[in-house]
Nanobody, 123 residues
Framework: QVQLVESGGGLVQAGGSLRLSCAAS????????MGWFRQAPGKGREFVAS????????YYEDSVKGRFTISRDNVKNAVYLQMNSLTPEDTAVYYC????????????????WGQGTQVTVSS
């Protein structure tokens, strides 16, 4: 089992930045692909970014490329999502997830999920 706890969400104005963190505990963190997903009100959960244990390659959903950066610290058992140039369309609950696969970008490929952290971007 892997337990995931997100933090860092909040309210920010359009154009601002936030850094989400996800703390992992349980089984060996470095064995897992880590990912971020989000779910906006009235919409399904969508992939945002993922990163393998080695840190490369990283994958991003098209709308966040160039604005968001995923990173991880295998010593601290943490994964981060730096979000810049935020827009109201980024408003969602953001979830951290862990996958036992070598590469993972789809919800069904992730085995463990956090409870989510709310990000609200005002216009």
């Amino acid at each position: 089992q892997v337990q995931l706890v997100e933090s860092g969400g909040g309210l920010v104005q359009a154009g601002g930045s936030l850094r989400l963190s996800c703390a992992a505990s349980g089984r060996t963190f470095s064995n897992y692909v880590m990912g971020w997903f989000r779910q906006a009100p009235g919409k399904g959960r969508e992939f945002v970014a993922s990163i393998p244990w080695s840190g490369r390659p990283t994958y991003y959903e098209d709308s966040v490329k160039g604005r968001f950066t995923i990173s991880r610290d295998n010593v601290k058992n943490a994964v981060y999502l730096q979000m810049n140039s935020l827009t109201p369309e980024d408003t969602a609950v953001y979830y951290c997830a862990a996958s036992r696969k070598i590469i993972a970008k789809n919800q069904g490929e992730f085995d463990y999920w956090g409870q989510g952290t709310q990000v609200t971007v005002s216009s």
